[in-house]
Structures are given as structure tokens and as C-alpha cells.
């Protein structure tokens, strides 16, 4: 297949946590940055977080400290564990790859995942 694979996603109470994964497709050539994004319903989507080729990893504030993003070189696996999960942190979440960090937004270079749900109840 020619998309990623998210997985992890479900409900959850607040203060829980969950780890997000999500399977590089195979037909990827550039990995040099990974990222996962969320969109909620009436909004826009934005980045959460992404790591780069050197491991260097950049975050929104909104989940500095609760969320980490990792990475299985092996595997060919990207990570994403949240904790002290809030209700806003509710959306539904994809991870993406490109060959810049910068673009993401590039259809012709990067490649996206069809996403996995996240609910978390107050």
C-alpha cells in the first residue's frame, strides 16, 4: 500500500494515555523527517510533534511534556505516547513523512496516513 498505517487510536478518560504507532509504507523513499498531526472536527489540522534525521525532535506547545515522539529505524515504525491526555487533545490523528520538515504540506513530498481517532472524555 501506498500510505502509512496509523494504530493505537481509542477512548480514553482523562489523565490516561495511549501510544499512537503508525507502519512506514514500504513505497516511502525519504523518511528524513516524520511527524504526526491532528485534526478535530471545526478546526484545522496542525503538527503535534516531528522528529528529523539527526532524532531531533520539535513539539506544539500544547503537548510539550506529555507527548513523545519516537522512532523504530528496524521496525520502520514512528511512536507517539501521550499522557495526561485532556479532552482537548481529542481529534483524529495522522502521521506523515517528508524529505524536509518544511513540507509536510507538499503533496508531491511527503505521504500521510488515513489516521486513527483519538477520544478522550472529561
Known amino acids: 500500500q501506498d500510505q502509512h498505517v496509523e494504530s493505537g487510536g481509542g477512548s480514553v478518560q482523562a489523565g490516561g494515555s495511549l501510544r499512537l504507532s503508525c507502519q512506514i509504507s514500504r513505497y516511502t523513499v525519504s523518511t528524513q523527517c516524520m511527524g504526526w498531526f491532528r485534526q478535530a472536527i471545526g478546526k484545522d489540522r496542525e503538527e503535534v510533534a516531528h522528529?528529523?534525521?539527526?532524532?531531533?525532535?520539535k513539539y506544539a506547545d500544547s503537548v510539550k511534556g506529555r507527548f513523545t515522539i519516537s522512532q523504530d529505524n528496524a521496525k520502520k515504525t514512528l511512536y507517539l505516547q501521550m499522557n495526561s491526555l485532556k479532552s482537548e487533545d481529542t481529534a483524529m490523528y495522522y502521521c506523515?513523512?517528508?524529505?524536509?520538515?518544511?513540507?509536510?504540506?507538499?503533496?508531491?513530498?511527503?505521504?500521510w496516513g488515513q489516521g486513527t481517532q483519538v477520544t478522550v472524555s472529561s
Open positions: 522528529i528529523d534525521g539527526d532524532g531531533t525532535t
Open positions: 506523515a513523512t517528508a524529505a524536509d520538515c518544511g513540507w509536510f504540506q507538499l503533496p508531491l513530498h511527503s505521504r
